[in-house]
C-alpha cells in the first residue's frame, strides 16, 4: 500500500529520488564498502519523515519491538537476514535466548517476540525466551490471537552463562532496551554473544551521538550522489542538562530554541519553503523519560517546558536535552497522519510499516497511544527499483528510497556503536 500524498511530490525530493536511481551502482557499492569495515548493529528500527521537500530519519531504535508488523510476505527476508547475521556472529549456533522487555504483558509486544521467535526458528535455531523480571518465577504460558501460544521463562544464570531450564544458548537476543539499568545477571557474559551489546542499552546511549554520526555519513553520502546534505538530515543540537525548575534555566534553553528555528527559517528561506519551522526537544537520554515536544516559537513555551521537566523528576534523572528539526510528514493513510518505519536485520532492510495516528498532527509525534500499523508494502520492494519511471510515480522507487535511509541511519548506529564500545580502543 502506498499512502494517498496530500501534496504531489515534486522539487527537492524528486530530483532526490533522481539522483538516488541514477546512481544507485555508486550507492550500492558504498554501502558495501562501508559494511566491509564497520559491523552493522543485529537489528534496528528506524522512524522516517517525507516532508515532501526532505526526506529524513528521525530516530534509530535498537531494540525495535514492532516484528509482528512485519507480513508473511517480508519474512523470507528477515529470515535470510538472521541467517547470514547468525552465521557471521557464531556459525555453529544452535540455541538462540530472547530476553524481552521487563513486566511486558501486552499481547501486541508478545506478538512480536513470537513472530522474532518465528523468524529464527526458520533461521535454524532453536529458541527460548528467558525473562529477568522478578515477576517471572515460573514458565508461563499465554495464548495469544490465532491460537499461537509464547512461553515466558525465568532465566537461570550458572558458571557465567544465562539460560533458562535444560537450555543453554550460545547467543542470547536483548529486545529490551534496558532504560532503567543494566542488571548484574547481564554483565560479564564472557562465553555468551549478548546482542545488542550492552552499550547500545540507554544506561550509555545518547540521540545526539547519533546524530553526530549521522551528520558524518549524511555529508559522505551527499556528496557522492551531489546532493545538499540537508535534504536527508534533520539539523539537531546537543542541550546538555537542563534545569527547568528555574527562569534562568528555562530562559536560557529558549534562547537556543531561538536560535535553532532562526536557522532552519535560512535553510527554508533558500528552498523557498512556505512552510512554518518547528524544532522537537527530546530527551537526549531515554532514561529520563520520554517526552517530546514539538516547538514551533518560544510563545507559552515555559508551561510546556515544565511538562518536560516533570517527566524527568518521575524519572529521578538529569533531564538531558536534544533540540532536533523538525521534519514534517506529508503521508497519508485514510487521512489519517502516517510516517513509514524502516525494519533492518544485519545490514539488510527486511521491511516496513506505516505508523499512523489519527488525532496527531503533521508536527506531532507519532508513536503514542492511539497509534497503528499498516503494513508498508516492502512486499512491493521486493520488486526491484524501476529507473527510468517518473519521479514521484513508482511505489518500489519509493520503497528503495526509505531504504536507502534505513541504511544511512543504521551506517550511523555502526559508527555510533564503535565510539561507545567501553572495550575499543579511541583515538582522537
Not at 528467558?130 to 517471572?136: K, L, N, R
Amino acid at each position: 500500500m502506498v499512502p494517498h500524498l496530500i501534496t504531489a511530490l515534486t522539487g527537492p525530493i524528486n530530483e532526490l529520488e533522481q539522483r538516488v536511481l541514477d546512481t544507485m551502482p555508486s550507492i550500492e557499492r558504498w554501502f558495501r564498502l562501508e559494511w566491509m569495515e564497520h559491523t552493522p548493529p543485529f537489528y534496528t528500527a528506524v522512524d522516517v519523515r517525507n516532508a515532501g521537500f526532505k526526506l529524513a530519519p528521525v530516530d534509530t531504535h535498537f531494540f525495535p519491538t514492532g516484528w509482528n508488523n512485519l507480513t508473511p510476505d517480508m519474512l523470507p527476508l528477515a529470515v535470510q537476514a538472521a541467517q547470514a547475521a547468525i552465521e557471521k556472529i557464531c556459525p555453529e549456533a544452535r540455541n538462540l535466548l530472547i530476553v524481552p522487555e521487563h513486566n511486558s504483558r501486552s499481547t501486541y509486544y508478545l506478538m512480536n517476540l513470537a513472530q522474532l521467535r518465528r523468524i529464527f526458528n526458520m533461521a535454524g535455531l532453536n529458541v527460548r525466551i528467558g525473562s529477568i523480571s522478578a515477576d517471572v518465577k515460573k514458565a508461563t504460558t499465554v495464548e495469544l490471537p490465532g491460537g499461537e501460544t509464547i512461553t515466558l521463562e525465568p532465566v537461570v544464570r550458572a558458571k557465567g552463562r544465562l539460560g533458562v531450564k535444560d537450555f543453554d544458548p550460545c547467543t542470547i537476543l536483548l529486545n529490551n532496551d534496558l532504560r532503567a539499568g543494566v542488571p548484574g545477571i547481564l554483565e560479564d557474559l564472557h562465553e555468551q554473544y549478548l546482542l545488542p551489546p550492552l552499550h547500545a542499552t540507554w544506561t550509555t546511549r545518547r540521540k545526539s551521538t547519533h546524530f553526530r554520526c549521522y551528520e558524518e555519513v549524511a555529508k559522505r553520502f551527499g556528496k557522492l550522489i551531489g546532493v545538499d546534505p540537508w535534504l536527508i538530515t534533520p539539523m539537531y543540537e546537543k542541550y546538555g542538562v537542563a534545569d527547568l525548575r528555574t527562569s534562568a534555566g528555562l530562559s536560557a534553553l529558549a534562547a537556543r530554541i531561538d536560535g535553532m528555528l532562526s536557522k532552519i527559517k535560512k535553510k527554508y528561506k533558500e528552498y523557498g519553503i512556505k512552510e512554518k519551522p518547528f524544532l522537537v526537544i527530546k530527551a537526549d537520554n531515554r532514561t529520563s523519560g520520554n517526552t517530546i515536544l514539538s516547538v514551533r516559537d518560544t510563545v507559552g513555551l515555559d508551561t510546556k517546558l515544565r511538562t518536560l521537566g516533570a517527566a524527568a523528576e518521575v524519572a529521578q534523572q538529569p533531564l538531558e536535552l536534544i533540540l532536533q528539526e523538525g521534519v514534517l510528514t506529508n503521508e497519508r493513510i485514510n487521512d489519517a497522519v502516517a510516517e513509514p518505519v524502516v525494519y533492518l536485520m544485519d545490514r539488510y532492510v527486511v521491511g516496513g510499516f506505516y505508523r499512523m495516528h489519527p488525532e496527531r498532527g503533521v508536527d506531532e509525534n507519532l508513536s503514542a497511544p492511539g497509534a497503528s500499523y499498516v503494513p508498508l508494502a516492502f512486499s512491493e520492494s521486493t520488486h526491484l527499483p524501476q529507473p527510468g519511471v517518473r519521479p514521484g510515480a513508482s511505489a518500489p522507487n519509493r520503497f528503495y528510497m526509505y531504504g536507502v535511509m534505513g541504511r544511512l541511519a543504521m551506517l550511523a548506529a555502526s559508527y555510533e556503536l564503535e565510539a561507545t564500545d567501553p572495550d575499543a580502543e579511541h583515538y582522537d
